[in-house]
């Protein structure tokens, strides 16, 4: 069974709701974790999953994301993203 992470976030969207029903959709073949905390992005914390899916809706221009620091991706965040990718996982 793969292990997916599914980040998301953002304050358009009901991004928890949409988590649920993909866990639910892919229930047969996969186990779905879903967060919102960018500290996941890690190689240590991509490390146990075998498929990670991106679904946000992060922008500094968002008048209503309170915290504008969510809305881009720590370079840690990214490097990891990138090695998990090429990786091919």
Same mark, same amino acid.
């Given at each position: 069974?793969?292990?997916?992470?599914?980040?998301?976030?953002?304050?358009?969207?009901?991004?928890?709701?949409?988590?649920?029903?993909?866990?639910?959709?892919? #229930?047969?073949?996969?186990?779905? #974790?879903?967060?919102?905390?960018?500290?996941?992005?890690?190689?240590?914390?991509?490390?146990?999953?075998?498929?990670? #899916?991106?679904?946000?809706?992060?922008?500094?221009?968002?008048?209503?994301? #309170?915290?504008?620091?969510?809305?881009?991706?720590?370079?840690?965040?990214?490097?990891?993203?990138?090695?998990?990718?090429?990786?091919?996982?």
């Amino acid at each position: 069974m793969k292990k997916v992470l599914l980040f998301g976030g953002g304050t358009w969207h009901d991004f928890p709701g949409v988590a649920a029903v993909l866990t639910e959709a892919l #229930a047969p073949v996969a186990r779905v #974790a879903y967060t919102e905390d960018s500290g996941m992005l890690s190689d240590r914390g991509l490390k146990e999953f075998d498929v990670l #899916a991106l679904y946000t809706c992060l922008f500094t221009s968002d008048d209503t994301l #309170a915290d504008k620091s969510r809305a881009a991706l720590p370079g840690h965040a990214q490097h990891a993203v990138e090695s998990f990718v090429a990786g091919g996982k």
